[in-house]
């Protein structure tokens, strides 16, 4: 039905392993580190009506890391929702939500400035991973290639979400 979202005939000449992100803390988020893991991928803002949805993603991170899951929140103000600093964005999310999964530096997500990652993610899987707003989930298979995307009000509690991860634990 959503066939037109996605790029069917991807060549995948890179994949998710190949890109490396700015950790918000000064460290390097290299997903190589995380190869044959299931990544999350999230534009994050901490003023956006999204914005609880870091503790599902908290949750998600916690009940499904030694799954072989890993949550990496990307911070951006390409809609105007996250003006804070780095140290500023950290501490909002350690204090407000417990927030212990990575987190890279603020990032650009979407146009002509934005990160490798999401121009790799837009190239094979097609417009379904472009972010149209904050809380956009990119969810890299085992194989490092783009297994699904879901938009902002899909929560990372809701069963749709939760069935893909559950099924790509099993693959």
Same mark, same amino acid.
Not at 161 to 166: A, G, N, P, R, S
């Given at each position: 039905m959503f066939g037109f979202f996605t790029n069917l005939s991807a060549q995948y000449t890179n994949l998710a392993y190949n890109y490396t992100f700015n950790?918000?803390?000064g460290s390097k988020i290299t997903l190589e580190e995380y190869k044959g893991k299931i990544i999350v991928v999230v534009n994050v803002a901490s003023r956006c009506g999204y914005t609880p949805q870091y503790?599902?993603?908290? %949750?998600?991170?916690?009940?499904?890391?030694?799954? @072989?899951l890993v949550v990496?929140?990307?911070?951006? %103000?390409n809609f105007k929702q996250e003006p804070?600093? @780095?140290k500023e964005?950290?501490?909002?999310?350690e204090t407000n939500f417990g927030i212990n999964f990575p987190m890279t530096e603020k990032t650009n997500v979407i146009g002509n400035d934005a990160h490798p990652f999401y121009k790799w993610a837009k190239e094979n899987h097609g417009i379904g991973a472009i972010p149209k707003w904050n809380f956009h989930k990119i969810v890299v298979g085992k194989d490092g290639k783009v297994l699904d995307t879901f938009?902002?009000?899909?929560?990372?509690t809701s069963n749709k979400?939760?069935?893909?991860?559950?099924k790509e634990i099993k693959n």
């Open positions: 950790g918000i803390d503790e599902g993603l908290q %949750n998600l991170y916690t009940n499904y890391k030694n799954k @072989n990496i929140g990307v911070p951006t %103000n804070g600093s @780095n964005i950290k501490d909002f999310c938009a902002s009000f899909t929560k990372p979400f939760l069935k893909t991860i559950e």
